[in-house]
């Protein structure tokens, strides 16, 4: 069974920095992208962070470039978000998605993790 649990979540000050994990079971981890996606009240799903199978190529949504950091360990099958210089626009709860790179497997969502920036 495919499980993606996200951690790392909480309140904060604006300014302040924090790092979100989604750690991935059930799967092979080399055999996915991986990426960050977040949905505020009242709002669409946003694209955050994207980064490929390897690590070699990362893209970030307009809103968090120069600001938030995406990475990954294949060995403890976990891709990080590191979210720097944090805004009230930031609140959101924010899901990881893992994205098959075959055609006959499906995406995976996780439940996604609260973040909430005071300013």
């Known amino acids: 069974q495919v499980q993606l649990v996200e951690s790392g979540g909480g309140l904060v000050q604006a300014g302040d920095s924090r790092r979100l994990s989604c750690a991935a079971s059930?799967?092979?981890?080399?055999?996915?992208?991986m990426g960050w996606f977040r949905q505020a009240p009242g709002k669409e799903r946003e694209f955050v962070a994207a980064i490929s199978w390897s690590g070699g190529s990362t893209y970030y949504g307009d809103s968090v470039k120069g600001r938030f950091t995406i990475s990954r360990d294949n060995a403890k099958n976990t891709v990080y978000l590191q979210m720097n210089s944090l805004k009230p626009e930031d609140t959101a709860v924010y899901y990881c998605k893992a994205t098959s790179l075959g055609s006959s497997s499906p995406d995976y969502w996780g439940q996604g993790t609260q973040v909430t920036v005071s300013s």
């Open positions: 059930g799967l092979t981890f080399s055999n996915y992208n």
